[in-house]
């Protein structure tokens, strides 16, 4: 923290060097003089002087509603600004993208009715992240969240239970509570191997102890559930694309975001919606709607999280014979045991073996 507020400092000062042949630096010329002060000493009066001009603004709490290029939406009395960053922040957005995220909440001070200025960012309290396959960075979904509605559904697309045990995992990691949503359940047959998947699944992970609602936005079941579970609280809606995250805020909160029609050979939505916005509830509250993302890789994925995610393994695992053991291919192991005698869900085991296979090969590659 300390390192990162003397980068500002020195960025500042680089600043006012640069570009402001201002009245500061004259100041400091026509003083008597200056080079006997240490530069901690110009440094500290610095601080002081920023914290009293600080203290002169008035500024307000808002809070952003979406971040698209430039253009950042804030939200304060429930009316939007548009609104820029202070210039200091921007020159580290540059650097860093993670650095404003929709649901920060920002100190802002008004240019006119429509626009104002971002002056700082507060602490966040969660954060929703995801790896950037791409660029092995981290992504920010969204911050200051209290629950991750982790979107799924049936047919289309399929139920796919790694990709929720994924968003699980990110989920607890961020400091956020889970909610399993299971929509388009109007399209599940009797008796179809979809159908079987689903109740499999239902049984695993509401006896884990997981909040489960299956919702059709089409007939109408389970919307009040989900309108209960969203009251009052601040909740991202995420998921693959084409599963209904915007069909489903549309239904509960009577709003018109753009929907997409599914393309038919994959199944895929249609990426409708193009940033994350937060949402505003009438009730109180407030949800986020993301755009699709293909695959969902977890951010600093590390074995402590495994044992967290999957505690159900633990009260076998303290009896394996190693004591790191990572139940793949050691002897006597109790978990790989506990499999065999269907102690444990396969499905589950699968997922962790996913898992470790990927924090395995990442380490890896780290000595190669
Ligand atoms: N059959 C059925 N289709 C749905 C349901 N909910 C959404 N859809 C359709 O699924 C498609 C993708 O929805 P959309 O909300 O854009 O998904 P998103 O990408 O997750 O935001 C649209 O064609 C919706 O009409 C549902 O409960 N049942
Ligand atoms: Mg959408
Ligand atoms: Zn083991």
Not at 116 to 127: M, N
Not at 147 to 158: A, D, E, G
Not at 243 to 249: A, F, P, Q
């Amino acid at each position: 923290m300390s390192d990162k507020f003397d980068k500002y400092l020195e960025e500042e000062e680089h600043f006012l060097k640069d570009t402001k042949k201002s009245r500061k630096q004259r100041k400091l010329k026509s003083s008597k003089d200056r080079s006997k002060y240490k530069k901690t000493d110009i440094q500290k009066s610095k601080i002081l002087s920023d914290a009293k001009k600080e203290s002169k603004k008035h500024l307000d709490k808002g809070v952003v509603l979406s971040i698209l290029g430039e253009e950042i939406l804030v939200s304060f009395n429930k009316k939007e600004y548009k609104c820029t960053l202070r210039g200091i922040l921007k020159k580290e957005k540059t650097k860093n993208k993670n650095i404003l995220a929709v649901g920060d909440i920002v100190n802002i001070s008004f240019k006119n009715e429509k626009e104002a200025s971002i002056e700082s960012i507060d602490k966040r309290y969660s954060i929703l992240s995801r790896l950037e396959t791409r660029t092995k960075k981290q992504s920010i979904i969204a911050v200051n969240i209290d629950q991750v509605l982790i979107t799924s559904s049936v047919v289309k697309p399929h139920l796919k239970p790694f990709l929720i045990d994924r968003y699980i995992i990110a989920c607890t990691k961020g400091n956020m509570s889970p909610v399993i949503i299971i929509n388009k359940i109007d399209l599940l047959k009797l008796g179809t191997e979809e159908e079987e998947k689903y109740k499999n699944f239902l049984k695993i992970y509401e006896e884990l102890g997981y909040l489960i609602l299956s919702i059709s936005c089409k007939t109408k079941i389970g919307l009040n559930s989900l309108l209960n579970v969203m009251k009052g609280k601040t909740s991202v809606f995420s998921g693959q694309s084409g599963c209904g995250k915007t069909t489903l805020i549309n239904s509960v909160l009577h709003t018109k975001f753009k929907t997409g029609e599914l393309i038919k050979k994959t199944y895929k939505g249609a990426h409708i919606t193009t940033k994350s916005q937060l949402i505003e509830l009438k009730k109180g509250g407030f949800c986020v709607d993301t755009p699709g993302i293909k695959g969902f890789g977890i951010w600093d994925l590390e074995m402590e999280d495994l044992k967290n995610h999957f505690f159900e393994f633990e009260n076998f695992a303290k009896n394996c014979k190693f004591g790191d053991c990572k139940h793949i291919d050691e002897p006597s192991c109790k978990v790989k045991e506990a499999l065999d005698k269907n102690k444990i869900s396969f499905l589950r085991f699968e997922a962790y073996r996913c898992l470790i296979k990927e924090i395995l090969e990442k380490k890896e590659s780290l000595y190669e």
